[in-house]
């Protein structure tokens, strides 16, 4: 165990929830904001660290593990995810019986990556199909992996930018993470959000990632004053040199009370946070280290996954 590891878990067990927590004024949050359950933190996990499991399985797992919100991402389906493009009527009513059957509510849906390369046509249709599906499950996000490829970028998000109206009216924001290639870090991020400039599209933070993309060189405390501002959400991952996100938060190099700090700062004071990733294994271990990442997040933000806002 390294000392700053040490310091983080002081940190974590002594701490107060210093400060009152303002809610968030701007009007990109207001179009998310119409429906938004009290909870003032609502702490998630994604199916991701089931992803060689069926996603009933992940989604028992998740609410086992003391959790009531979840993030709909990969899944061993043909397509790689619970959701995607060309989920069908009856594939989406699944996903929601399932929920249901597991007392979950969505906070994000990731169904992977646009067409814009086959043509605009398709990039619009299947992000509109996105947006629909994530609604349908009462999702209030659809969370984008952005573009690698430089002479897609423009295409990109001029597709995102002609679906922020269609998004905003079905209570869906669009939002973008750092994921590598031209969105890898705070700056590129901000300015793939400038660029389609609407208050429907904003960004979910991602710090394992930060240090993932950049190897290691780009401390994500560092990063994230970039973003202040458009920050709606975060997912909690850590990271080990070399490469390796799987890692139960508060074990690796990411410093989480210095980025929520940051993030706080930025205006990011009640949001959603979904922990994406953790340490793998059998599936009883799995759920385990799930637990254990819940208490993390729990203990950061100093607020049980389970309380609500006073009125």
């Known amino acids: 165990m390294t000392a700053t590891t040490t310091s983080r878990r002081t940190f974590l067990q002594h701490a107060a929830g210093a400060g009152a927590f303002a809610i968030l004024g701007s009007r990109a949050f207001a179009v998310a904001a119409v429906s938004q359950p009290a909870d003032r933190w609502r702490i998630g996990c994604s199916t991701r660290p089931w992803d060689k499991y069926d996603y009933p399985v992940a989604l028992e797992a998740i609410a086992q593990a003391g959790y009531r919100y979840v993030g709909l991402m990969t899944a061993h389906t043909p397509s790689g995810r619970v959701i995607h493009p060309r989920s069908t009527s009856l594939e989406i009513a699944k996903v929601r019986d399932q929920l249901d059957r597991n007392q979950l509510r969505v906070i994000t849906v990731y169904g992977g990556e646009i067409p814009v390369a086959d ?6 249709d299947a992000l509109r199909h996105l947006i629909k599906h994530a609604s349908a499950v009462g999702s209030q996000s659809l969370m984008l992996g952005g573009i690698a490829k430089t002479d897609l970028y423009d295409a990109y998000y001029r597709t995102v930018a002609e679906c ?14 750092p994921h590598g290639g031209l969105n890898a870090d705070g700056p590129q991020c901000r300015k793939a959000i400038e660029k389609v400039n609407h208050r429907n599209f904003r960004l979910w933070y991602d710090a394992g990632n930060i240090y993932y993309y950049s190897d290691g060189k780009v401390d994500p405390a560092a990063d994230a004053p970039s973003v202040a501002g458009l920050v709606t959400g975060w997912c909690i991952k850590d990271y080990k040199h070399p490469q390796n996100v799987f890692v139960n938060p508060g074990d690796g190099q990411v410093d989480f009370p210095a980025v929520l700090a940051q993030l706080k ?3 990011f004071t009640q949001g959603p946070l979904m922990v994406e990733t953790i340490a793998p294994g059998h599936l009883t271990e799995i759920q385990e280290n799930a637990r254990k990442a819940r208490l993390f997040v729990e203990h950061l933000v100093h607020t049980p996954a389970t309380a609500t806002n006073p009125a």
């Open 119 to 124: 043509s605009p046509r398709a990039g619009i």
């Open 265 to 267: 700062k930025g205006g």
């Open 164 to 177: 922020c109206d269609f998004a905003a009216d079905r209570h869906v924001m669009l939002v973008l993470k």
